[in-house]
């Protein structure tokens, strides 16, 4: 079983930065292919971007490409997604998942462990 604890969420205004946090416990963090969602009122969870095991290789969803990187510290058993220029349609609650695979995925339904989210508004 795999733990993931969000942080780092607030409320910004267009234009600016956040840096999310996750902290994962409960197997061995650099196994894991992680990723970050987002779902935002009324609409369906989306992928927002993926890393595998290792770190060397990224996926980003289109709508954040150029604006968002994701990374980990495998020391840390930490994942990060920095978002830069946000937007207010970037507001969603962002969700941490992990899978065991350590490769890239985008798809919710091959995620096994999902975190609780953290809130993020962006205001015009």
């Known amino acids: 079983q795999v733990q993931l604890v969000e942080s780092g969420g607030g409320w910004v205004q267009a234009g600016d930065s956040l840096r999310l946090s996750c902290a994962a416990s409960g197997r061995t963090f650099s196994m894991l292919g992680m990723g970050w969602f987002r779902q935002a009122p009324r609409k369906e969870r989306e992928f927002v971007a993926a890393i595998t095991w290792s770190g060397l290789s990224t996926y980003y969803a289109d709508s954040v490409e150029g604006r968002f990187t994701i990374s980990r510290d495998n020391a840390k058993n930490t994942l990060y997604l920095q978002m830069n220029s946000l937007k207010p349609e970037d507001t969603a609650v962002y969700y941490c998942?992990?899978?065991?695979?350590?490769?890239?995925?985008?798809?919710?339904?091959?995620?096994?462990?999902w975190g609780q989210g953290t809130q993020v508004t962006v205001s015009s």
């Open positions: 998942a992990a899978h065991d695979s350590g490769s890239v995925y985008y798809r919710t339904w091959e995620y096994d462990y």
